[in-house]
Nanobody
Framework: QVQLVESGGGLVQAGGSLRLSCAAS????????MAWFRQAPGKERDFVAA?????????LYADNVKGRFIISRDTSKNTMDLQMNRLEPEDTAVYYC??????????????????WGRGAQVTVSS
């Protein structure tokens, strides 16, 4: 059974930092793109960042997090992280880890990802 489990969410003041982690089990995602999405109350789930199986070659960020967030993965541990710096109240959302089921490039669309975690709450106070 494939599972993606997020950890590291919490409450932080504006300007602070948090690090999210996603641990995958049930299969290896070493050759599959993975991504972070987020969903604020009453809004759609939005793309945050994605990383390809070759890590450094394929990395995408949403414009509103570029320069503040850093996505990374450790294929030896089957994990993916999201380092979030200079957090803003607008970053408040539930953050979801996701993974593709085919060897395709990174994608910004939710429908491109087959596996999803249950989410981790990130709250940024002003």
């Amino acid at each position: 059974q494939v599972q993606l489990v997020e950890s590291g969410g919490g409450l932080v003041q504006a300007g602070g930092s948090l690090r999210l982690s996603c641990a995958a089990s049930g299969r290896s995602f070493n050759y599959y793109a993975m991504a972070w999405f987020r969903q604020a109350p009453g809004k759609e789930r939005d793309f945050v960042a994605a990383i390809g199986w070759d890590s450094g070659e394929q990395i995408l960020y949403a414009d509103n997090v570029k320069g503040r967030f850093i996505i990374s993965r450790d294929t030896s541990k089957n994990t993916m992280d999201l380092q979030m710096n200079r957090l803003e109240p607008e970053d408040t959302a539930v953050y979801y880890c996701s993974a593709r089921s085919t060897r395709c490039e990174v994608d910004v669309r939710t429908k491109a990802y087959t596996y999803w975690g249950r989410g981790a709450q990130v709250t940024v106070s002003s």
